[in-house]
């Protein structure tokens, strides 16, 4: 799913500061799951502003609501008016979100109210890790279910590099180190020849290198 | 110093195996704590919210606490140490906020500490007396004045 | 020789000849200076200029901005002495090294380490984008192909003077996991690498058993492997680099020796205790050339004494590797 992580208040105050009624809008799926901008987090965001509104003699109007999607207009859709009766929209979406109020409500200030960091998976309660950079051209297959695109810190197709030690990666002591990953799940697999396999040069051209991505089905089109 | 003196408004989400049952030990053995402080009884406190203890601030209260079972000894296994996580969880909020994480605490009573659970009211009482009111409530204060 | 690597000149650098001649080769290392001060690099090609065959000028080493590898070197062919340019895949995409690549040719750059480039994050700009377009090994292939298929690496053909050069690679036998390590040796073998120089080895056994294991693939008759090897300067150096550096493997018996280095010296004394560790060093220094020269399959030494580029003329007499040979115009 999609990660991200609330924006500090202070950079969500000054974006606001000027807008009397604000609303803050949660998304209920992918930031709702990781904890960032789901309806209790809108909910703490709103009562962090007022309070802090409060204290600096502004307007209190802050409310809340949450939407299932806001990355599907039949979800954007029904909320017309509540968005039409306040100044300015603080979304806890994910930036896809924040860009689909944006285009729905071409009139109607849509600030982002947590940064989108990557897409990955809880893999404990509370500790989220990066899994998958959407580079446009999956080679899962040849490296064990482990991605070296988006965890290996140079995205390394022919890897582990030098830097690699006691399983783990240099640039962070923390994090393993991707091509360990690999190397182990292919033993397990019983496929370590394909760590003898020399990956040609990556083609970027279908990663955001390539530019806009977009894919068409004539089979779901009205 | 023309003004009152300050009295604090304090909430203390209580669990009712624990908090809550301390307090009557406390009301059997007569020993007596501060009324500043208002008690919300809880199914366990792993039921508090961040959002309930944020909403408690944002209605004017100038402390808040959290009265749980001591740890290892929940209820309901852990909701105690869950509270614990939220309540340093909320702490950080109201630092950004700038109502100040020093005004929520967390504790851990057994149903037998009536000396302990009035010690505790006690002690927060005195800090958030020396704090002084909450800035939001002064806020308050100043817009409906 | 046989193989990939016959004896026959394909690039005519110096160091593919010195090595093809069955010289034991050694190479010397030059960072280039923070800033536009090109009296930097006279200075310190004036110590290796003598004591190495050839230099490796770095590419931004551990990510610091540097001045540029390519005018380094093309500085250096001006005095004189043999570039080993490097080249790493961190800040340039395919497009911007095929580019330098002809420009480096053009001026007379003729060896050519890849590298893929120490993490943004070890630098002075954390904060940069990387580019990791290629990695090492395709770089390998990459460079091996414009020399050899005389192609860029989308396929076009290169229509006149192809970038030819000697192609160099690393090798850091003590990073994990070690079994795979003589196995990504031969990984660049296949792509194209000609010549290998190692991580700073002070553990020199477990040098001896990669050797062993890259022999027993077969690589030994396939590259040129020159052991990298470095002064170590003081105690706290020599502790930094048992514990700080990763993939650096430092036995205890060196810390020890720095520490007995400078035993009777009063504390006071700085200058006296910084003099005995640096001839302890350059004496460790040597000791281990002398120890690696012995393993089957060490084709040379690469001397890494970067900002004590000083102290290379020393070592290389120490460890009786003085004169280097001079080959006939």
């Not at chain 3, 290392?29 to 923070?34: D, N, R, S, T």
Request: net charge neutral; glycine share 8%; aromatic share 6%.
């Amino acid at each position: 799913m999609i990660i991200a992580q609330r924006k500090p208040l202070e950079e969500i105050k000054e974006m606001v500061a000027s807008y009397e009624k604000v609303l803050v809008l949660g998304c209920g799926t992918c930031v709702a799951v990781c904890f960032a901008g789901g309806e209790k987090e809108a909910k703490l965001l709103a009562s962090e502003l007022r309070m802090a509104r409060q204290m600096e003699g502004k307007s209190t109007q802050i409310i809340d609501h949450t939407i299932q999607r806001q990355c599907e207009w039949e979800f954007i859709d029904p909320i017309k008016e509540l968005v039409a009766s306040v100044d300015a929209v603080v979304s806890t979406a994910c930036g896809i979100g924040v860009q689909g109020m944006a285009e729905r409500f071409e009139d109607k200030p849509i600030f982002p109210g947590v940064n989108t960091t990557f897409l990955g998976m809880p893999v404990q309660p509370g500790e989220f890790v990066e899994r998958c950079q959407a580079c446009g051209d999956c080679i899962l297959d040849l490296t064990g279910g482990v991605c070296p695109v988006a965890r290996c810190a140079k995205s390394l197709m022919n890897g582990p590099c030098g830097g690699s030690q006691n399983g783990k990666c240099e640039v962070n002591p923390e994090t393993p180190c991707a091509w360990q990953l690999i190397y182990d799940r292919l033993a397990k697999l019983g496929q370590l020849e394909r760590m003898m396999e020399i990956m040609p040069a990556k083609n970027w051209s279908t990663s955001r290198d390539g530019g806009l991505r977009k894919i068409i089905r004539e089979d779901l089109k009205l | 110093m023309s003004e009152t003196p300050f009295e604090p408004e304090i909430t203390a989400f209580v669990c009712q195996y624990c908090g809550d049952m301390a307090a009557d030990s406390a009301g059997w053995n007569r020993i007596s704590y501060p009324a500043n402080v208002k008690i919300v009884r809880l199914p366990c406190t792993g039921k508090v919210d961040v959002h309930h203890i944020l909403n408690a601030f944002e209605h004017g209260a100038d402390g808040v606490y959290v009265v749980a079972c001591p740890e290892g000894n929940c209820h309901h296994i852990n909701g105690n140490l869950s509270a614990k996580r939220r309540v340093t969880y909320a702490k950080s909020l109201l630092d950004e906020v700038g109502v100040g994480g020093n005004r929520l605490e967390m504790f851990h009573v057994t149903a037998a500490q009536g000396d302990e659970f009035a010690r505790i009211a006690a002690e927060m009482t005195e800090r958030i007396r020396a704090l002084g009111p909450s800035p939001v409530r002064r806020a308050m204060g100043k817009s409906s004045g | 020789m046989s193989g990939d690597n016959g004896k026959e000149l394909v690039v005519g650098s110096k160091l593919e000849r010195l090595l093809k001649a069955g010289h034991f080769v050694v190479t010397g290392e030059l960072g280039p200076p923070q800033n536009a001060d090109r009296s930097v690099i006279e200075k310190k090609a004036g110590y290796l200029r003598d004591a190495v065959d050839a230099v490796n000028i770095t590419d931004n080493q551990t990510a610091v901005v540097r001045m540029c590898s390519m005018a380094v070197a093309k500085m250096l062919i001006d005095l004189g002495i043999e570039p080993i340019m490097q080249m790493t895949c961190r800040d340039r995409n395919r497009i911007a090294i095929q580019s330098d690549l002809l420009g480096a040719y053009a001026l007379g750059v003729r060896n050519l380490l890849c590298l893929t480039g120490d993490h943004q994050s070890f630098g002075n700009h954390p904060q940069a984008k990387n580019v990791h377009d290629l990695d090492s090994i395709t770089l390998i292939q990459m460079v091996r192909q414009m020399r050899d298929a005389k192609k860029f690496q989308c396929g076009e053909e290169i229509k006149g003077q192809e970038p030819r050069f000697f192609i160099g690679g690393a090798i850091n036998p003590f990073a994990d996991p070690f079994d795979f390590r003589p196995f990504r040796l031969a990984k660049k073998v296949k792509a194209g690498v000609e010549f290998v120089q190692s991580q700073l080895i002070f553990n020199v056994p477990k040098f001896r058993e990669y050797m062993k294991r890259c022999g027993d693939l077969g690589l030994l008759d396939k590259v040129y492997i020159l052991a990298g090897v470095g002064p170590i300067k003081s105690l706290a150096a020599a502790r930094y680099m048992a514990t700080s550096v990763p993939g650096m493997d430092v036995p205890q018996e060196y810390i020890d020796r720095m520490a007995n280095a400078v035993k009777g010296i009063p504390q006071e004394d700085k200058k006296a205790r910084r003099e005995a560790w640096e001839r302890e060093g350059i004496k460790i220094c040597a000791e281990i050339i002398q120890q690696v020269k012995e393993i089957p399959g060490v084709a040379g030494v690469h001397i890494m004494a970067i900002e004590w580029e000083s102290a290379v003329p020393e070592i290389v007499k120490e460890a009786g590797l003085l004169p280097r040979p001079k080959l006939e115009a």
